[in-house]
Nanobody, 122 residues
Framework: QVQLVESGGGLVQAGGSLRLSCAAS????????MGWFRQAPGKEREFVAAIRRSGGGTYYADSVKGRFTISRDNARNTVYLQMNSLNPEDPAVYYC???????????????WGQGTQVTVSS
């Protein structure tokens, strides 16, 4: 099992940046694929980014490609999401998730954090 705790959300102006962190418990963090998802009010949870166990492979939704960067520090049991050029389509609750296998589909992730709110002001 792994427990996930997100942090770093908040209010930022359009065009600004935020860095989300997700700290994982346990000693097997490096054996999990880590993903970031987001859910805006009235919308389904959507894939944002994922990173493979070693950090060697990263994947992004088209809507964030070139603006967001996912990374991980296996020594610190932490995954990050650097978000730049935030725009009015980005506000949502952002969740990190973990699973043994790579996927862009939320239902295939076994472990979830509680989420952190990101708000973008125009």
């Amino acid at each position: 099992q792994v427990q996930l705790v997100e942090s770093g959300g908040g209010l930022v102006q359009a065009g600004g940046s935020l860095r989300l962190s997700c700290a994982a418990s346990g000693r097997t963090f490096s054996s999990y694929v880590m993903g970031w998802f987001r859910q805006a009010p009235g919308k389904e949870r959507e894939f944002v980014a994922a990173i493979r166990r070693s950090g060697g492979g990263t994947y992004y939704a088209d809507s964030v490609k070139g603006r967001f960067t996912i990374s991980r520090d296996n020594a610190r049991n932490t995954v990050y999401l650097q978000m730049n050029s935030l725009n009015p389509e980005d506000p949502a609750v952002y969740y990190c998730a973990a699973d043994r296998l790579y996927s862009t589909r939320s239902f295939e992730y076994a472990y979830w954090g509680q989420g952190t709110q990101v708000t973008v002001s125009s």
